[in-house]
Structure formats: C-alpha cells, structure tokens
DNA sequence: TTGTGTTTTATTGCCTCC
DNA sequence: GGAGGCAATAAAACACAA
C-alpha cells in the first residue's frame, strides 16, 4: 500500500509517493469496466478492498478510464467519418471531369451541326435575313456556340439545362440524366465513352 | 544522460439529480 | 444540500530519441 491522508488519498507534494497501478490491478479494472462503465458505489467499494486500493481511487481510475474511452470513440468516428468524406470528395471530383468532359464534347457537336447547318442553307441560296434571326435565349457556360431554340429536341434542352445550372447546382446532374433522348443518352450520364468520334 | 512527448493518476470546479 | 459525474488541468511516471 501507499503512503495515504485521511481522505484516502495520495497527496505527492506533502510526502505522498503516487505509483501506477500494478497489472493485476489494471486487468481488474479493465474488465469490470468492460462489464460496467460506471459500477455502483458497493461494487467500486468490493473491488477496492479486493485490490487493495481506496475507493476514491477506484472512483477516480472509472472516471478518467470514461474520459480516455470517450476520446478514444471521437477519434474512431471522426476517422469513419474522414474516410466516407474522402470517398465521397473523390467521387465527385471523378463527376466534375465527367462533366467538363461532356461539356467538351456537347461544344463540338454544336460546332459541328451548325457547320453542316451552313452549309445546306449556302446550297439552297437562302438565309434567314436579319428580321428571322433564331431565337437565342439559351446562354450556355460557351456562348459562342449557340443553337437556335426551335425544333430543338427536348433531350438537348435537357442537356442544356443542365450545363446552364453551373457549378453551385452540379449535384442536380444525377436526377437530371434519367432522360432518355431516342436513345442518344442512353446510359450515358455517368459515362463519356457514349461520344467517339 | 537528458530533454521532450505521452500516459496515468489525482484535483478542482461546476453541473445535475434525488 | 450531498453524492456522483464530467471537463479541464496538474503533476508524476514512463518511453524514447539524440
């Protein structure tokens, strides 16, 4: 036993020698905490007597053991919680290429369509004339490629207002790809291989 | 050996419950 | 108001690199 006060316990600075627990004593403890964590005051009285230790020590040992516990369960979830962020902060960055990669893609098949649109209207010698201009009023994140509203299919329209939503409502592209457009998207949304040109 | 960081035991002060 | 719990903290004991 230690040298003790009256109030059972050791007091280091008036002449007290505090020592660590032995093995024995720990191994108790630990398994009387396993099967509770805040034992009754007989329990912690027995459990004293049986370990040779002061009932306030053992109080005390159940109090910090709680303490350590309790820290150790926040480490333990802020880890689970870091790993299913850090999955999940991947996951998106792999979406955003995706999506910068359609984007890319989208501005060349706009490119393309109008080319070919020029063309038909320079072998039919007709234009549009400056009072029939289409009707432009979608402005995509590349406004120099601009297709005329009418006679749009509603799948591109969808496509365009998803591109229009821009980064702040990214997260609306999984809802938004359920469209099917004549089997053009078909599968497509989580997916660039749809374009190969 | 010693300086430094970590762990363990103990204290203090505040809060809640009966 | 006393008992017991918790958070914050002190301080001794321990581990370990330099």
């Given at each position: ?40 005051l ?8 049986n ?23 926040i ?29 890319l ?81 078909h ?11």
């Amino acid at each position: 036993m230690y040298p003790v006060e009256e109030d059972g316990l050791l007091h280091p600075g008036k002449g007290g020698n505090r020592r660590r627990f032995n093995d024995a004593q720990i191994q108790s403890l630990e398994s009387m905490f396993e099967a509770q964590t805040r034992p009754e005051l007989r329990v912690k009285q027995q459990l004293a007597k049986n370990l040779g230790l002061q009932p306030r020590q053992v109080a005390i040992w159940f109090q910090n053991k709680r303490a350590r516990s309790k820290s150790k369960q926040i480490e333990h979830d802020y880890r689970k919680l870091k790993m299913s962020y850090d999955a999940l902060n991947s996951k998106l960055q792999t979406l955003k290429q995706e999506h910068e990669s359609l984007l890319l893609q989208l501005q060349s098949l706009r490119k393309l369509t109008e080319e070919t649109g020029d063309k038909e209207t320079d072998e039919e010698g007709t234009s549009l004339g400056t009072e029939e201009k289409p009707n432009c009023t979608h402005q995509t994140s590349s406004p120099e490629f601009v297709l005329p509203q009418t006679n749009r299919p509603e799948a591109e329209t969808g496509v365009l207002n998803i591109i229009d939503t821009g980064e702040g409502s990214f997260s609306s592209i999984g809802e938004k790809c359920e469209f099917e457009t004549d089997g053009f998207f078909h599968n497509s949304c989580c997916s660039s291989q749809w374009w190969e040109f």
